[in-house]
């Protein structure tokens, strides 16, 4: 039995994403879709051509707010 292929993408499912690799069984491209986030941090999807559907995402972008700042405050402490 032929496992599924699956499409891994960086970007939005909904506009302009980048078309990366097709990965044999879902486990696996999600497996390779974390370690591509680990690596180049972004956001990030896995989609299957025969369900039509991103199965599975994540987002490892760095937060920024409003500023240009990172939204986590700085958690080293003052006291040492």
């Known amino acids: 039995m032929n496992s599924l292929r699956y499409e891994i993408f960086s970007g939005s499912p909904y506009k302009n994403a980048i078309w ?3 990965v044999e069984g879902l ?7 974390r370690e591509r986030a680990a690596k180049q ?5 896995v989609f299957s051509v025969e ?3 991103a199965l599975a995402s994540t987002n490892t972008s760095i937060a920024k707010g409003s500023c240009g700042t990172d939204s986590l405050a700085d958690q080293s402490s003052p006291h040492h």
């Open 51 to 53: 369900a039509y559907a």
């Open 20 to 22: 990366l690799e097709s």
């Open 27 to 33: 486990d696996a491209a999600c497996e390779q879709m």
């Open 41 to 45: 941090p972004g956001p990030y999807f």
